[in-house]
């Protein structure tokens, strides 16, 4: 704001001195003028008056001699009997007896001294002016800076009316949000509890059926459905203003793993871990872990027990890349997979767009592309931390590449 202030006064005052050098310029330089033309008529006037008196050519001449523009070869006289005395030509500018007295102009001079001290004193009025004018903007300025370091709480500005109505008007907008959130927490909360009492009743039932298909198929969708309710509740919490941490992704991916390569174990499963070296990124653990529960969940819920999983971490200028492939028939429809609340595998679509979210966070990008396992492969970047990094690519860019 500052700089705005200051190249605002600098434009105004500008104009003002160009306007006061150019027009001591001109009036220098008329003055200059008027002064050279005043002296010629005088000059002019002198010899007038000898030729009043006599017309001896010997005096004339003595005189004009005497004179600044005779002595310059600018006046000369013309007597009656045409005879000139005198060099030069110039303009007539008086006559006496028949004699005609010209004087030719005198150049002048642009009188740059005069018009240097008025540029000097023109910089030194502009910077003053400059100085000055910033004393009535200071309680403004003061104003914004303590508005710009209010967020989070009520603001209080003394300065222009102006701005204490805008440290009003951001009082009631935060007001209303805080009351907003507050009614989506309780929204929140009326939601969960009205899902999730049903759902306990339904797990109760479904225990109760006894076994057999039909009993296993009960119980497998009230449970995903119970898993998918606490999703999508999840997913709607509101963020809470907060540092995100760091954590090094190779911990993190190895710890999850562990429990992982145990599921897969069970399965029958192929498991391939590649972690590298430590890297770290700026998100919590709790929330990378959970971008790797969610990738292997929707590898281990829509592939075959059979078809290979594989992870691995790779650090490279300045980005860390986690990849999670598998070994199974891939995504139906890449091009929709990252939307919100769209699946090709009958889910809520969520898992997706959490790792997408998480990846922007730190600045980087989702990519879903055939792997080389023959399935699905997702590779997000994540922006290092603490590390300079330009994206090579749009945030959420999505490449299918299918291998012949």
Known sequence: MRAVITRALLLGAGLVALVLVLTAGFLAYSHASYTAVE?????????????????????????????????????????????????????????????????????????????????????????GAVWLGHRPFTPVLHALRDLRSSVGRRVRLRGPRELEELAESIDEASSRTSLLLAKEREMIA??????????????????????????????????????????????????????PGKCDVASVVEARMAFWSAHAADQGRLCEIDVGEPCWVPLSPDALGAVVDTL?????????????????????AGWVTLVVEDGGTGLADPSSALHR????????????????????????????????????????????ANSHHEPESPRAWRLWHRHP
């Open 190 to 243: 009326d939601v969960s509890h009205r899902l999730r009492t049903p759902l306990a009743a339904l797990r109760l039932d479904a225990d109760a059926v006894g076994s057999g298909p039909v009993a296993d198929r009960i119980r497998s969708a009230v449970g995903t459905l119970g898993h998918d309710v606490d999703r999508i509740i999840q997913s709607l919490q509101p963020a809470e203003i907060e540092t």
């Open 39 to 127: 002296a010629d008529r005088r000059d002019a006037a002198v010899v007038a008056g000898v030729l009043a008196v006599s017309s001896d050519a010997d005096s004339v001449r003595g005189t004009i001699a005497r004179t600044t523009a005779g002595a310059e070869g600018r006046l000369s006289v013309v007597l009656a009997n045409g005879t000139r005395l005198g060099a030069g030509g110039g303009e007539p500018l008086t006559s006496v007896g028949g004699a005609v007295v010209s004087v030719v102009p005198a150049p002048v001079e642009f009188p740059f001294a005069v018009v240097s001290l008025v540029i000097a004193i023109a910089l030194a009025a502009l910077a």
């Open 296 to 316: 292997l969940e929707n590898v281990f819920r829509h592939t075959p027990p059979a078809a290979p999983v594989g992870v691995s971490v790779v650090r490279h």
């Open 341 to 384: 609340g769209s699946s090709g595998g009958g889910s809520t679509g969520l898992g997706l767009d959490i790792a997408r979210a998480a990846a922007e966070a730190t600045g980087g990008t989702i990519h879903l592309e055939r792997g080389r396992l023959g399935g699905a492969r997702v590779r997000l970047r994540f922006g290092e």
